[in-house]
């Protein structure tokens, strides 16, 4: 299988429709990266194997900091595209102001909570 071939899979795979948000939100294809640099937080760090194992990022190099060995990572474009695609269409279709569609209507409170960021919308708000 090509390279072309790999990349067009992967950025439709379901996990990076699942995870969207956080794959936008790597450093741009084009460059390489440390998570240090980045100062990607612990949510990013903890899926760095995965987004590997899934095409997201490649590993492109190694070196030694402080004792340790730590990765430079390259994100790959079609994913990253893919991602940044959904992110946009699903801000632009929110049902919430807050730009998600996660609605948790809780019991004893009065409005509509966001099931994403936990944020309060007074039903008026919500297009409904
Ligand atoms: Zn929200």
Redesign the pocket.
């Known amino acids: 299988m090509s390279k072309a071939q790999n990349t067009k899979e992967q950025a439709t795979h379901p996990y990076v429709v699942s995870n969207a948000r956080l794959v936008a939100k790597l450093p741009e294809p084009g460059t390489t990266w440390t998570a240090n640099e980045e100062n990607l937080g612990d949510e990013h760090i903890t899926r760095l194997a995965k987004f590997r194992r899934l095409g997201i990022v490649t590993r492109v190099g190694k070196f030694l900091s402080g004792g340790d060995y730590r990765y430079r990572w390259e994100t790959e474009e079609g994913p990253y595209q893919a991602a940044c695609e959904r992110v946009e269409s699903e801000t632009e279709n929110?049902l919430?102001?807050?730009?998600?569609s996660?609605l948790s209507n809780k019991r004893g409170v009065d409005g509509i909570t966001?099931?994403?960021?936990?944020?309060l919308?007074d039903k008026s708000e919500v297009n409904l």
């Open positions: 929110a919430l102001p807050c730009g998600h996660a966001c099931g994403v960021c936990g944020k919308h």
